[in-house]
Each structure stands twice: as C-alpha cells, then as structure tokens.
C-alpha cells in the first residue's frame, strides 16, 4: 500500500511542475504605402504548429495572425524599411517540458499574407509545422523552404508575378509537395533532402523552363510533368533508381526523345546517395 | 396604446441621434456601427463595466527603475511582461520611464487640433485619437480607438485590447495581442488555490444551510413532502427534473409570446419574467435542499438503527445531507489543481451535483411544490385498500378507538 501511495503522490507533485497551457493571439499587419521597399526579404520562422501562407490585399504590406503556446514561444515582428527586411514568425523560449493537453488545444496557428504587387524574396523555415503555402498571384523573387519533420504543400495555384530567380525546397524527414510549379516561371529550381520525400508537379500556366538541381541523401523525389514537356535527368548519383515512361538511358543521362526539340522542358541535375526518382505524366 | 408606442419609438430615436452625436450614420458602415456601439458604452452606468481608472501621468521612474523603449515593438511579450513589472501598488505608485516618449495611467486623448509628438504609453485605459500622433503608440489592457481625421505616424500595439481604426489612418504596423491567459488561480500558490476553493465551498455551503434552515422554519410540511417524493419516487423526480430542465426556456417562451399576443398580457410580461425566475429558482433551490433533506434522513435513521442516539429532527436532515452533498466537492477543492486528475474531480462533483439539482427540480415539479402527496409514498395505493386490510384496522368507531396501540421500539428489540 505505502508504494503506491508514493507513487501517487510522486506522479501528483510531479504533475504539479508541469507548465500550465497558455495559448495566446497576436496580429500585426501593415499598410502599404508609396514609399516601401521595392523588394521585401522576408524570413518566416515558425517551429511547430499549422501555417497558412497566401496573398492578401493590395493595401496592406502585410499580415500575420498568430495563435501560439506562450510558454515556449513568442511572437517575431521585425521590419526595417530602409533595407526591406521583413521577420515574422515565433521564435523559441526557454522552458520546455511535457505538456499534459491534447494537441488540438496546444495547436499553435500562423497566417501569413502579403500583398500581391510587393516583390517577395522569402525564406520560410517550418520546422516541423504541417505548412500550406499558397504563393499564387504573389509576386516570388527567390524563394527558399525550409522543411523539418512533418507535410508541407508549396502551391503555386495561380501564375505569380514577376520574374522568379530560382526556389530551393530543403527537405528533412517529411514529405513536401509542391504543386503547379510552372505557374512560379523560376529559372531554378533546387530540391535538397535528407530521407523525405518530394513531389514536384510542374502543372499550371508554363513559362518559363527551368532547371532543377536534386541534392538527396536517402529520400524520393516525384517529378509530375505534363504530357509533351521534354524531360532529361543526367548527373553524379549513387544508388539511385531512376523510372519513368518514355524515359531512355544514355551512359549517365535519361531523357525522352523529343528533349532536344520540345518547347517546354524540365533539365534535372541529380547529386543523390541512395535515392529514388519516379517520373509521372501529367494528361 | 398607439401614441404610447410612438412616444416611445421618438425616445428610442432622440437617444439614438444625441448618443451619435450630428454626424451622419452610414448604416451600412461598419465603422459607424463600432462608433454608436462605442458611445452606447460610454454612456451605460460605470458599474456595468467596472470603475475606471482616473486619468493621470506616470512620473518617471529612477534612473534604476523600469524604463521601456517604445521606438522597438519587436517582442511585444517583452514589453508586456516589463509594463506589467512597472505597475504600482495601488496604481498611482507606478513609475515607468519611456524613452522619447510619456506614460500615462487610465484613458488618454489627443484632441482633434492637437499634435502630440514621441511615443505615448497608455496603461489600463483606452487611448482615443482624434489628432495627430507622430510616434508610437502601446496601450496595456485597453483599446486603441482612431478615430476619424486621427493620423498616427508610427506603430500601434495593444497588449489586452483592440485597434479600433474609425476612419483614421496609421501609417505604421497595427499589433494587437491578447492579455496574459495565465489566471490569477494558476499564478497563485497551491496554498494559495486550494484555500480560496476551500473558502468558496464553506461559503456555498453556509448559504444553503441558511436557505435550508428557513424552509424548515417556514416550510416544513412542504419541504417534508418534496423530499419524501425524493425518497420514495427518486427514477421519476430525477426523469421529470431533466424533463423540465429541458422545457423551461420554450415554457419561457411560450408564456412570454402568450402574454404579449393578449393585450392585457403584454402589461404583465415584466412580472411574469420576474415571478418565471423566481419560481424557477425557489423550484431548484428548494427541490436541491428537499433532497439533502431526504438523504439526511436516511443517513440519520440508518446510525440510529445502528444504535447512535440522535435527535431526529429535519434541521439536522438538512445539514447532515448538505454536508454529503459538499463533501462530493472536497476532492476538487483538495485536488482540483492536478492536471487531469482535477478536472475528472471537477466533472464528478458537477455530474453528482447537477443529479440532485435535477431530482429535486423534478420533485418540486411533481409535488407541486411539496403540496401534492401522490409520489411521496404517503398514500396507500388502491390496490392495498383490500377488504382484509379494511376489516383487519378499523377506521372508524369504538373499535378504531379501543384498537391497542403500536409497541414501541423498545419493545420491537
């Protein structure tokens, strides 16, 4: 009886350590104006949690609306106008612990917006944040996503504006998908990975054809091409399985055979260890 | 009835128009109907909205003492935890230095012709601008209202509050954050806690006791039969109790709508309202209390039969249930503050309490008010009233009278 007892009272202080639950909001947003920076650097940071990422209206600059564990994060909200640096997102506070909750009450929740005219060059890092980012309709400069361990879609649903210099997916132990890829026109794109998955479908208004660069250590990276679309995927790999209809093999290089005349092509550069890529037809 | 109506519809309006002021209302503007709600406030009695603080600056603090930079809103929990810090004890205490800038206590306003340039801080009160502000501006556990023409040059944030843009315009980034979520309760020590829910208990308890101890005084017989109806048709108090629970608003209803298509009735509905509460309230109340009543005196029987002396008596029913009934919240007040563990606590005391509340409603609801006798078991069914039972015990006559007396308990062992 006395080491249950002890037990209980054990489990009973040691519960009483634990952090209570504070969830808290915090929005901030503003207006553009005549005088803002002609390219916005924005860096996004948000560990864990649920992100939205969409174009929001033409009046403001723009717009996040958090809900977050204040016991272990707080909120980021830097701008400096005269360089255009823009930093949003949570950053991570000392205490730590278990929490005694459901999830959906310590779900932490972030919804980005900028304004479709301004110049992005954006750098997301989602940790393990389950992230949906709907670049459509924005104005993309450069963009990086950052990836940790859980899924992540990149949705490019409707042609962005401006001229993209490249985009870089870095993937760690999760899968990302990034859809509607020829509605971005980046000149380069680049997927770099540990053990996840990534799934490219390049669907949507072509144009521009791009250059992909895939850096993978042990994950799988899906290429979704439209039908027509000349594929060619070449490079220095290690144990990589390479499939895909219409796909022949030439030494170190897989092309289809109308590469060299298609007007719309994908060039994939592969730097892989032990990974697999699949080639799906888009009809 | 006609004139009383557009006399009182003209009242509606003239309060309406002197509330907004002469400006025009856009009824379709939102930021109208946000100004009208706004003024509509202002004007309610201060009680309905709690006693706010007098309107005054904080003097700076010493050259050691908390100091805040307005100019960075970076970490807004920061600058939250170190306002917060800087408040005094009572509030004229406080002393905050604001770097390019001012701190003020209570509401703050800068007048349409006003030009007001550095930041401004504004702790437990509602920052109104009307003019221009050429810096930053923080309010702490208040609102930030612009109205219209109002130009804020810089950043806003509100910590416990909103931004209310009226028509003005701010030209920086707008923040708002909602207030520390951490309750006083979770703050406090666990003594602390633990007491304050120990205190609470004795408090509720104490007021039943002295509700209960005036319905034996002044109730007794009625009190005695809802609580034999308890006892004796507990399934069907507690089934009519929820039953009841569940039609009270739609009766509410139906009354109301009743009286208001008569028109006679329509003078009434105020009273109606008034006598439905109370009714209600005396119903559930009195039905709770019948319920200790009744298992006070089964506890009270069963250690007299177990050979305790006691004195029988409905005062000692109804504190020997109330006190069963408390006790089913001592766990929470004890434990209430283990996670998990207190809110299964929480839950069983609230399910055993809302059961009792609801057999004691419903037994009100049956004995109408403790004046009908048909499920208090008081009355022989019928069925019983048997030819053998009429002929063994005479009713009436000499024989009735000369029938020997029932042995005492004594006797029975």
């Known amino acids: ?283 | 009835m006609r004139a009383a109506d557009r006399t009182c519809r003209t009242a509606i309006l003239v309060v309406a128009l002197a509330l907004l002021g002469a400006r025009p209302v856009h009824a379709a503007s939102g930021a109208a109907v946000e100004e009208l709600a706004l003024r509509i406030r202002s004007v309610l009695p201060v009680p309905l909205f709690g006693v706010p603080l007098a309107p005054q600056a904080v003097a700076q603090a010493d050259p050691d003492g908390p100091t805040i930079d307005p100019g960075e809103l970076d970490n807004p929990a920061a600058l939250e935890r170190d306002l917060r810090a800087a408040l005094g004890r009572p509030r004229s205490a406080t002393r905050l230095t604001v770097t390019d800038g001012i701190a003020r206590l209570g509401r703050y306003s800068i007048g349409s012709e006003e030009v007001h340039r550095g930041h401004v801080v504004v702790l437990e009160g509602n920052a109104d601008i009307h003019g221009r502000l050429e810096g930053n501006l923080v309010a702490l556990d208040g609102d930030i209202l612009v109205h219209p023409g109002a130009v804020i040059t810089g950043d806003v944030l509100t910590i416990g509050g909103h931004v209310r843009n009226l028509g003005g315009t701010i030209e920086g980034a707008t923040q708002e954050m909602d207030a520390t979520p951490l309750s006083t309760e979770a703050t406090a020590p666990l003594g602390t806690v633990v007491a304050t829910r120990a205190a609470g208990l004795l408090g509720v308890m104490f007021t039943l006791i002295v509700v209960g101890f005036g319905l034996v005084t002044f109730g007794r017989p009625n009190l005695e039969i809802v609580s034999d109806t308890v006892t004796s048709s507990f399934g069907r108090s507690f089934l009519v109790g929820v039953l009841g629970q569940v039609l009270l608003l739609p009766t509410f209803g139906a009354l109301v709508v009743g009286l208001v298509l008569t028109v006679a009735g329509a003078l009434l509905v105020p009273f109606a309202v008034v006598v439905f509460a109370l009714l209600a309230i005396v119903a559930a109340l009195g039905g709770t209390i019948a319920v200790a009543h009744a298992m006070g005196e089964t506890i009270t029987r069963r250690r007299m039969a177990h050979g305790v002396m006691l004195s029988p008596n409905a005062y000692r029913y109804v504190l020997t249930g109330l006190s069963g009934l408390g006790s089913v919240w001592l766990a929470w007040v004890a434990f209430g503050w283990v996670p998990f563990a207190g809110g299964v606590a929480f839950g069983i005391a609230t399910l055993a309490s809302w059961v009792a509340v609801s057999a004691g409603f419903g037994a009100a609801l049956l004995s109408r008010g403790g004046i009908r006798e048909e499920f208090s078991g008081r009355m022989l069914p019928t069925a019983m009233m048997t030819d053998e039972y009429l002929w063994a015990t005479p009713q009436f006559g000499v024989p009735a009278v000369k029938r020997p007396p029932k042995p005492d308990a004594t006797d029975q062992r």
Not at chain 1, 103 to 126: I, K, Y
Not at chain 1, 274 to 281: F, I, N, P, Q, T
């Open chain 1, 1 to 283: 009886m006395r080491p249950l007892l002890a037990c209980a009272a054990l489990l009973v202080a040691g519960a009483s350590l634990l952090p209570a639950q504070a969830m808290r909001s915090y929005t901030t947003s503003r207006p553009a104006r005549a005088g803002d920076p002609a390219l916005l650097r924005t860096t996004l940071d948000f560990g864990a949690g649920r992100v939205v990422l969409r174009a929001g209206a033409t009046d403001q600059l723009y717009r996040m609306q958090l809900r977050y564990d204040a016991e272990r994060f707080a909120p980021i909200h830097a701008y400096e106008p005269a360089v255009g640096a823009l930093h949003l997102g949570l950053e991570q506070q000392g205490r730590g612990g278990i929490r005694v909750t459901s999830r959906a009450q310590l779900e932490q929740v972030a919804r980005f917006e900028f304004a479709p005219h301004v110049p992005l060059e954006l750098t997301a890092n989602l940790g393990a944040s389950e992230a949906t980012l709907d670049l459509g309709d924005l104005s993309i400069a450069a963009l990086m996503v950052r990836s940790g361990a859980t899924r992540g879609i990149v949705d490019f649903s409707r042609p962005t504006r401006g001229e993209c210099r490249g985009a870089t997916f870095a993937v760690g132990a999760t899968e990302l998908s990034v859809m509607h890829l020829a509605n971005a026109g980046c000149a380069e794109l680049r997927v770099e990975g540990g053990v996840g998955r990534a799934i490219l479908d390049f669907s949507g208004t072509w144009r521009r054809s791009p250059t992909l660069s895939v850096a993978l250590a042990m994950g799988t990276l899906t290429l979704r091409v439209p039908r027509g679309t000349g594929v060619r995927i070449r490079g220095d790999k290690v144990l990589t399985s390479i499939a895909g209809e219409g796909l022949a093999r030439a030494g170190d290089v897989w092309s289809t055979a109308d590469f060299a005349t298609a007007t719309r092509t994908v060039d994939v550069e592969l730097k892989t260890s032990v990974a697999g890529v699949e080639l799906d037809w888009i009809d």
